[in-house]
Each structure stands twice: as C-alpha cells, then as structure tokens.
C-alpha cells in the first residue's frame, strides 16, 4: 500500500490569498499587530502555530501562550466564514482537486493522508468550503507541531495507525510551496509540486521533479504519483 500526503492551501483549495487576509486581521483585532509581513517572511516554520510564534516573538519578545492563542483562532476562523458567505469563490478548489480526492481514495493501491499548515479549524472550512471533508483522512496540522516537517511526520503515523499499516511501499508528498519541496527532501520523500508559471520554476529550481499545473489530466496526475522521486538537493 502507498501513501499520498496532501497539503491544503495551493494544493487542494486556492485559498492563499484568503488565509493571508483573514489571519493578518485576526491578528490586528486580537493583538493589536498591524503589520505582520516581516514576521512572516522571516518564520522559519510556515504554519498557523510557526508564524504566530514568530510574531509574538518579533512584537512581545516572548513565545505566545494559549490565552494568546484561543481568541487568534476563533476570530480567524469567524473571518473565514464571513469571506466564505461573503463571495464563495475565495475557496475555489484547485480544478480537478475534489475529483482526484475521490477518485484517489478508491484505487487498491493508495491511501490518503492530509498534512497542512493550517489549523485543523481552517483545514476543515477551506475543504468543506470545496467538497472534500477533512475528518475522512487522519492528518497532521498546525496544532501538532510548528515545523512542517513534525507536521508531515505526525500525519504519516496517524496513517499509519488509521489505515493499520506498519510500513507503505511509497509515501510521495504532494504540495505547491517552496517549504513543501524542502520538507518532503530534509525527510527523504518523493515529491509531486501542484503550480504553474513562476511558481513552477521555483519548485524545479528547488529540486522538485514531478510538477503539474492542476488536476484536470488525473491520468498524469496518477502517473507521477507513481514515478515520483525526491527532490534533488
């Protein structure tokens, strides 16, 4: 049995741009930070828990607590639903995504397992919000640690516990940012990168071998899932 492990954001749902905005507000209304972009291009884990400890760092000199943390969550989840309701189009799925879920999760010889950034609150709406529900797959999320690679290995033991499979014959990651390449090669696992354009470019540069733009040729999709390689360092 093989493993596919899914990220979220710029993989399954194009939800980049919405994430950006809700949490820079949630962290305006919350704590008063206004600005936050430093912060988010110096964080060396890029999750929801990573860029929240970079920030209370940055701003507060100290790590934040889980009073700081509860009503950050709250209001950034209540931001995504007003944006959900306000125009659905914010959680558009990657074309071709929902079906590639389906049609993944019924082949003999694949499992899936989901590992994101995001809190589980937020991994749950944005696929929700795309058709895809979250609690049929175990998975890692912000919660479980702040570095991508804890996330990605807490996903893989969850499968591995939910599925009862002691050892997969592949586990191949699959995701469309720079963070996701270097997870999937500091951990050694083949990688599949979802971008186009510029995008593209920097994942290849980054050693990703196997890059498709979206879902819309699933055979092709399923072909590199196969012959995927890890990223060349």
Request: net charge negative.
């Amino acid at each position: 049995m093989k493993l596919a492990i899914l990220d979220i954001d710029g993989t399954l749902t194009n939800t980049s741009h919405v994430d950006t905005i809700c949490f820079t507000r949630a962290v305006a209304e919350t704590h008063g930070i206004t600005e936050i972009g430093a912060s988010w291009a110096n964080c060396p884990h890029v999750s929801d828990s990573g860029v929240t400890h970079q920030i209370f760092l940055d701003h507060f000199n100290r790590e934040p607590t889980d009073a700081d943390v509860s009503p950050l969550k709250t209001r950034f989840f209540e931001l995504l639903h007003e944006h959900r309701e306000l125009d659905p189009a914010y959680f558009a799925e990657i074309p071709g995504a929902q079906r590639m879920v389906t049609q993944l999760a019924q082949q003999e010889d694949w499992v899936i397992t989901i590992a994101t950034g995001c809190w589980h609150g937020s991994a749950k709406l944005k696929l929700a919000a795309a058709g895809i529900d979250v609690d049929r797959f175990p998975g890692g999320f912000a919660e479980d640690a702040r570095p991508r690679e804890g996330i990605v290995q807490t996903a893989i033991d969850r499968a591995r516990n939910h599925y009862g499979i002691g050892q997969f014959a592949k586990i191949v990651s699959v995701g469309d940012g720079l963070w996701d390449v270097r997870t999937a090669a500091n951990l050694g696992l083949p990688f599949v990168g979802i971008a186009h354009g510029e995008r593209a470019q920097t994942l290849r540069a980054a050693g990703a071998r196997h890059i498709v733009g979206d879902y819309h040729n699933l055979d092709g999709f399923f072909d590199f899932l196969n012959a995927a390689e890890m990223p060349r360092k």
